[in-house]
């Protein structure tokens, strides 16, 4: 085995061992223990996010819209949606990676209101 490979090993079995400990601070749950290493990274994962889309300069943009498309909105709005859908929510992210978001983190989803009797006549 040459120099290169058994470097690539050593890192790998040091990752594993790593990895071995995490999941015993996590009650021997290997899910959980990719959970505290993705929350562990958590405020990395936002700054990339927030990195993606800070450095666009509207006010340099000028817009001429014609106004409203068949779903009700211009196409400023569809362009500017369009753009920060293109970033993965946290959600997505935990979905790519084959695991449910923590409820702690998703915090309070809205509640649709409720719907209004009709009158009778």
Known sequence: MDARARGILEILSKQAGGFGQVVNAASGDPQKAVLMMIADKLPELVKTQVEAVKGIKFDKVTVWDGGNNANGKTATSNFISGMMQSVPPLNDLFKMAGMELPTYLK??????PAAIPEKKK
């Open 107 to 112: 915090g309070n989803s809205e509640e649709k």
